[in-house]
């Protein structure tokens, strides 16, 4: 059986958290970077994960 693990996505511009998502940390190990619509900034930007709580 597969292991998800919620992870946040934080904008690397304006550091808020934008996005709630999952991965499974043993079929991809390093962390997720992902381009996304920002809407503090209003604009796509790089995401990059951050532990979720």
Same mark, same amino acid.
């Given at each position: 059986?597969?292991?998800?693990?919620?992870?946040?996505?934080?904008?690397?511009?304006?550091?808020?958290?934008?996005?709630?998502?999952?991965?499974?940390? #043993?079929? %991809?190990?390093?962390?997720? =970077?992902? !381009?996304?619509?920002?809407?503090?900034? #209003?604009? %796509?930007?790089?995401?990059? =994960?951050? !532990?979720?709580?």
């Amino acid at each position: 059986m597969a292991i998800k693990r919620q992870v946040r996505l934080e904008c690397t511009e304006c550091k808020s958290i934008n996005y709630l998502t999952y991965r499974n940390p #043993k079929s %991809v190990p390093e962390k997720l =970077e992902l !381009k996304k619509f920002c809407k503090k900034c #209003k604009k %796509v930007t790089l995401h990059k =994960e951050t !532990k979720a709580k």
